[in-house]
């Protein structure tokens, strides 16, 4: 069963920033693309960024972009997500999850038979 520990969320103040982790067990991480979600209250689950399994290629939605910056350590098996300029409507409890072996790319299309979920990172930007 695949683990997966998310941290570094905080409450902060609009425009400032954070960095987000997530470490993954049990899990060849350095053969998996990772991309975070987040899910607002009320709100479905959403992709944020992704990242194929060398770190190559990355991907963001377009709320983020150029605000967010995805990057992965597969000695530490480890995923990360430096959130900067931070709004608002950035609050929201943060998770990360896996996508396929050896995929070229990657997508921050929310998996949906995925049931590893770790118990996230809440992400609190007060204006």
């Known amino acids: 069963q695949v683990q997966l520990v998310e941290s570094g969320g905080e409450l902060v103040q609009a425009g400032g920033s954070l960095r987000l982790s997530c470490t993954a067990s049990?899990?060849?991480?350095?053969?998996?693309?990772m991309a975070w979600f987040r899910q607002a209250p009320g709100k479905e689950r959403e992709g944020v960024s992704c990242?194929?399994?060398?770190?190559?290629?990355?991907s963001y939605a377009d709320s983020v972009k150029g605000r967010f910056t995805i990057s992965r350590d597969n000695v530490k098996n480890t995923l990360y997500l430096q959130m900067n300029s931070l709004k608002p409507e950035d609050t929201a409890m943060y998770y990360c999850a896996p996508g396929r072996v050896y995929e070229s790319g990657c997508s921050i299309r929310v998996p949906p038979d995925f049931a590893d979920w770790g118990q996230g990172t809440q992400v609190t930007v007060s204006s």
């Open positions: 990242i194929n399994w060398n770190g190559g290629i990355t």
């Open positions: 049990a899990l060849a991480f350095g053969k998996y693309s």
